[in-house]
Every structure is written in structure tokens, then in C-alpha cells.
């Protein structure tokens, strides 16, 4: 089975430039979470969907961050205007249900985002 | 508050010896979940385990074990005989029952030198 997707793998930006980054949970999970990881403050959650609504947001930094979920299998971030202070690995996971058996999440490979 | 706190930050450790990470965490609910990742070079986050508040039972898989210990809020990794493949950065989360969000530790690097 395939495992979480996000593209792309890296993208290098100027400031100010929007940034977009694309995310296609595992199939028939209905949870999906995006995180942010830095050396300065780890990895932490920015926000997270339950059937393709968003449930918590509180960990998006400010109202440049925004992430959507149109449909079950696409979700994406995106940043407007970019700050090099941006500049993370974003981690895109899914799960199917909580606390249900053995169910954790599933993380995708991250895209590497560096703003100039 | 909740909070997972990995007070090792960096452990080298000569390949065949055991290694033992530590993760303590704090959290009012009952019912939680943990878990512990790894993050080899490559960067991406693996699942290693995933424990829930209500299961104290040890776990051995392979070379690894994990020690769930509620009187000490602790849930602690165990290597036995490293091998180089295992450096990585092995990170210990908390899930608390209401909410579905990981609280990560900070992490600890894992070395193991041939």
C-alpha cells in the first residue's frame, strides 16, 4: 500500500513568495495532521482534519499559514506571504480513527521548505 | 498541561552495547496513548510503537523492548546489541484520548559507532 505522499521534497523560495505544499493521506484514513519541525522548537502540530473538516488549529503560527482538505485523498498548506523564519521541514501524517486498536500515524517524507 | 520531556539530548554508544532512552511525560487524562518514533538521516518519522494508558505489559520486538511504567510516568526504549542502522533520532510521543494531537519530546540523538 502506499504510504502518505507530499510533494514536493524540497522547494527553495524567495520572501514574500507563496508556498504551497501538497499532501495525499493514506487511503481510507479519515484523520490527517500537518507538523512543523525545526531545531529551535521540534516538531510540533499545526492543525488537523477529521473527515476532511478541520478540528484544531491552534498550532498555526499566524494568518500567513492556511491549510485546506477538498476531498478525502488531497490536503495542502500554504504560506502568504513567506518568512525565512518559515524555513522547516513539514511533515504531512494520516491515521484511520483514534484510540481504535493499534492505530498510529503515518507520516509522509516531509518537504524540506527554505525561504531566502 | 501535557508535555513529553526526552532529558537525553545526545547518547553515543559503541555497537553490541545496550542502550536505554528515556522518556517521561505528564498528562491529567487516564486514558492517553504513547508511542515512539524514529527519525533516521533520510528524515522521515517511522512508527515503532504505540501503547495505551490502560496496558502496562513490557514489549519486546527484536532487539527492541519498551518499559511502561505508570508510577513513574515513564515509557522508556530499550536497544539491546545496537547496530550502526540504529542511529537516528528517536523521538517518544503522548496522545491524549479527546484530542487525536501528538505532543512530541524533544528527541535523542541516537550514535552507535562501529
Known amino acids: 500500500d502506499a504510504g502518505v505522499i507530499q510533494s514536493p521534497r524540497h522547494e527553495v523560495t524567495e520572501m514574500g513568495q507563496e508556498v504551497t505544499l501538497r499532501c495525499k493521506p493514506i487511503?481510507?484514513?479519515?484523520?490527517l495532521f500537518w507538523y512543523r519541525q525545526t531545531m529551535m522548537r521540534g516538531l510540533e502540530l499545526l492543525i488537523y482534519f477529521n473527515n476532511n473538516v478541520p478540528i484544531d488549529d491552534s498550532g498555526m503560527p499566524e494568518d500567513r499559514f492556511s491549510a485546506k482538505m477538498p476531498n478525502a485523498s488531497f490536503s495542502t498548506l500554504k504560506i502568504q506571504p513567506s518568512e525565512p523564519r518559515d524555513s522547516a521541514v513539514y511533515f504531512c501524517?494520516?491515521?484511520w480513527g483514534r484510540g481504535v486498536g493499534n492505530q498510529p500515524q503515518h507520516f509522509g517524507d516531509g518537504t524540506r521548505l527554505s525561504i531566502l | 498541561a501535557q508535555k513529553v520531556t526526552q532529558a537525553q539530548t545526545e547518547i553515543s554508544v559503541v555497537e553490541k552495547e545496550d542502550v536505554t532512552l528515556d522518556c517521561v511525560y505528564e498528562?491529567?487524562?487516564?486514558?492517553?496513548?504513547l508511542f515512539w518514533y524514529k527519525q533516521p538521516p533520510s528524515g522521515e518519522l517511522v512508527f515503532l510503537i504505540r501503547?495505551?494508558?490502560?496496558?502496562?505489559q513490557n514489549e519486546i520486538s527484536g532487539r527492541y523492548s519498551w518499559n511502561f511504567q505508570k508510577s513513574t510516568s515513564s515509557f522508556n526504549f530499550t536497544i539491546t546489541a545496537s547496530q550502526v542502522v540504529d542511529s537516528a533520532v528517536y523521538f517518544c510521543?503522548?496522545?491524549?484520548?479527546?484530542?487525536?494531537?501528538?505532543?512530541f519530546g524533544q528527541g535523542t540523538t541516537l550514535q552507535v559507532k562501529p
Open positions: 501503547r495505551n494508558s490502560f496496558d502496562e
Open positions: 510521543a503522548l496522545e491524549a484520548s479527546n484530542t487525536g494531537k501528538l505532543i
Open positions: 501524517a494520516s491515521s
Open positions: 487511503s481510507g484514513h479519515d484523520y
Open positions: 498528562t491529567r487524562d487516564t486514558t492517553y496513548y
